[in-house]
């Protein structure tokens, strides 16, 4: 394995069915019949060219969330493949880009529909030389949530799904309701966590579980950290070890997490069980214990240019009821405005300045960056720990400040990934020159 070369897929998204709930079948959205759709490994090194067909009857896209690709290749709303059409996403993984990212589409207007309708999957790029025991196993837990009408549909969104964001009545775990996985007492295993809902936030805990942290959107970590419990904000994802040392059940379950819900219906974010894993009382194999070190990441340069982002929420009277609009400096999304112009290798300081009522997830387009530091009611505290990331939680009344370096040329865009926000304005484009 590991062999770097050309890796060939092809992804079809396509009307499907699933069965939630029994006697009954949901019509969803799905890559190649399933949801979410197939796991794409790759390694780094490798050419990746992806075929993609559109059977959805509507314009659509393929993002590759996180990934050093170039632009004409990212599935941008500037680049729709039309209904009934085919094109081909072809890219190179550079040497260094191990990390666990995913793909959905990003068409104009029409993304939060595809994906909380089932159109989501992962894309591990593995690394050559991987520091992480092999005994540990890998596996991706997708989490998405659904929200099912009696008549066992997905009903469409309401005013209310646009203003806090779509959440669901229940998460699902790669497509299943609380999952079982059965390992043995003393094994440990390496657990990649995605949070691909449209807007639930996941505030996790492991119940007879030891968690430890290794890697964030863009891959491992310097050295692991132990850890009790995990936010991931919607298209945050983490890389987990987990130890498993006493025999019995133990239960990924949420916490409460309050993100500044806008009017009624606040979902209850606590007590779901996520995922139970049975731990039986014979002991596992003696497991290889995990390095100290995993890797270095360069700490990026001193910003010679400094950005500041602010966002906020509107509400405006017309003539069919309140209208929302989530705005980035002022402005809704335009697809024909460049929002700011980058010089490609140049490092640059993003201040994300959320002065809304709710929690926005800060997300940009093609690279990875690393936060500096978070500032809230005059308090300033930096993150425990250096990592690559691609989507950041800016609480309301927080600022939070990051440094990236954006490497390759085109247009990106960066915006709130709790995708109906998105939607409404909450995007911005920079072009890279
Ligand atoms: Cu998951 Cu524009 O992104
Ligand atoms: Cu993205
Ligand atoms: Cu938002």
Not at 147 to 175: E, I, W
Request: charged content about 20%.
């Amino acid at each position: 394995a590991g062999r770097p070369g050309l890796f060939k897929a092809r992804l079809t998204a396509q009307s499907a069915t699933a069965r939630f709930v029994a006697d009954r079948d949901t019509p969803i959205l799905a890559y190649n019949g399933t949801s979410p759709g197939p796991l794409i490994e790759a390694f780094e090194g490798d050419r990746v060219e992806i075929t993609f067909a559109n059977r959805i009857g509507e314009q659509s896209t393929i993002h590759w969330h996180g990934m050093p690709v170039p632009a004409d290749q990212d599935g941008n709303p500037m680049d729709p493949v039309a209904a009934g059409a085919d094109r081909i996403y072809a890219f190179d993984l550079p040497e260094g880009s191990a990390g666990s990212y995913w793909y959905h589409p990003h068409p104009h207007g029409r993304t939060a529909e595809q994906v909380y309708r089932g159109l989501a999957g992962a894309f591990v790029v593995k690394a050559k030389a991987d520091p992480v025991p092999a005994a540990y196993g890998d596996t991706v837990l997708m989490f998405t949530d659904l929200r099912l009408a009696a008549d066992g549909s997905m009903p469409d969104s309401t005013m209310n799904d646009q203003m806090n964001g779509r959440v669901g009545d229940h998460v699902l775990v790669n497509g299943q309701k609380n999952p079982k996985l059965t390992v043995a007492m003393g094994a440990k295993r390496r657990l990649r966590l995605y949070n691909a809902t449209n807007a639930r936030f996941l505030r996790l805990v492991f119940a007879n579980a030891v968690m430890t942290v290794i890697g964030s959107d863009g891959g491992l970590l310097e050295k692991p950290v132990a850890t009790d419990e995990i936010l991931l904000s919607p298209a945050e994802r983490v890389e987990l070890v987990v130890a498993f040392e006493r025999p019995g059940a133990a239960t990924l379950t949420t916490l409460d997490y309050d993100r500044g819900w806008m009017g009624p219906g606040r979902p209850a974010d606590a007590g779901q069980t996520l995922l139970t894993v049975d731990v039986s009382d014979a002991p596992a194999e003696a497991m290889p214990p995990l390095p100290e070190r995993l890797r270095s990441i360069a700490r990026l340069a001193a910003p010679t240019v400094s950005r500041r982002l602010v966002f906020t929420e509107t509400m405006a009277m017309n003539a069919t009821g309140m209208e929302m609009g989530f705005l980035i400096n002022g402005k809704a999304f335009d697809m024909g405005r460049v929002d700011i112009v980058a010089k490609a290798g140049e490092p640059e300081l993003w201040e994300i300045v959320n002065q809304a009522d709710m929690d926005h997830p800060f997300h940009l387009h093609g690279t990875q960056f690393q936060v500096v530091e978070r500032e809230r009611g005059g308090r300033v505290s930096k993150p425990p720990y250096l990592a690559w990331k691609d989507t950041v939680n800016v609480a309301r009344g927080e600022t939070v400040r990051l440094v990236m370096r954006q490497e390759r040329p085109g247009s990106r865009m960066y915006h709130c990934h709790i995708l109906e926000h998105e939607q409404l304005g909450m995007m911005g484009i920079v072009d890279v020159q």
